[in-house]
């Protein structure tokens, strides 16, 4: 073969996913390095994402030993497990989603046990999406929805929310009911919601259900934080209200709210008629998720409530404290999160632009934040996401480096 006459050019799908953060602040950033530890004055500390907070809590002992036994007496079960999963993992979380979010599942034909939940957004996605077809996402929501819905040939449509005096930025019913049509296919929401930490009432939930079903669009219901929630509030599953099951996908994990990122699992449930599809897409990817993972997951479904309030009350400490601190800063107004690991400060005052604004923390306060623009076009500009799971001295130090950085805006 002549290699001269080779054609070497990516698929237009791959260029999708290619990054195309050509701004200063990802420039700098790249060209630094990151620190872990707060005592490290040389490296940049980082804030934006879970995975760079340094979670301070690691799994509960039961879990651990669970992930230990199955690898001191692999062979004892099905090691390659069933495509979706072990069935008594899945019987597990079958019991679970009954007991806890109010809605009866199948075990054996509407859950798939994934290798991450973002195994089961990208799944579903492909699975459900034709070119052309119209997906509806709130401004702000997770950044990782918008790529894979024009990788699946997809069209994003976002819609505001509206953001109150105290930097709470909250659903919009008027403003979804404008953009909803039978153009679009699914919607996709997290709840609560990441990046700004609103928990979705009933009345919330509803007001998505009444547009889903007059509009017979599908609707992709991401609960990933549904036990990360403070101060009493009630998290409720879209999947439980009447007559929107048939119409439902939902993705749980236990990476982020449960300090088991090392064990990449989550879970998928969804009517039989869309699982078939997502289970082959996702058998024909990766097959099967861990063996060890879907025990150590077991060992998490049936663990006593005591330890799902120690860390959310661990992770209560480190949101009052960034809180508090952050709106001390002049032109900053911090929410304070319903739900989830993260703020999301309005620096408009300061900046109106957050990449240039996450560009100065960088380069006068060596911390980094995630840019507001990345989790939407219009509400989500004028924001950083800051990850709160963190050790609280590391979070001092984040705070006291922002400070400096705002002082010298």
Known sequence: MDMNKMVMKLSDRANVLTETRSNK??????SLKRAIDS???????AFGNADAGRDPYIPEDHIRQAAKYAIDHAGTDLVYTPAPGLLEVREAIASKCERENGYEVNPKTEIHITV????????????????????LIPDPDYSGYNRLIRFAGGVPVHFPFKEDDDGQTRFNFEAMEKVASTDIKLMMFTNPNNPG???????DLEGIAEIAKKEDFIVFADDLYEKLVYDDYEHISFASLPDVKDRTVTIMGVSKTESMQMFRIGFIIAPEWIMKAVSRLASSILIRSSYISQKALLAFLKEEEKHRSKRVNLHTKGRDYVYNELNKIDGIICNK?????????????????????AFELLSKGNVSLNPGHMYGPVTAEGHQRMCIASPIKRLEEGIRRIKLACEQM
């Open 25 to 30: 602040y990802y420039e700098l950033r790249s």
């Open 39 to 45: 005592e490290d004055t040389e490296g940049y500390l």
């Open 116 to 135: 991450g939940t973002q195994m089961g957004i990208f799944c579903t996605l492909q699975s459900l999406i034709n070119p052309g077809d119209k997906v």
């Open 197 to 203: 930490g609103y928990l979705m009432t009933r009345d």
């Open 337 to 357: 999160p319903m739900g989830t690991s993260y703020v999301f400060p309005n620096h408009r005052e300061l900046n109106p632009s957050s990449a240039d604004f």
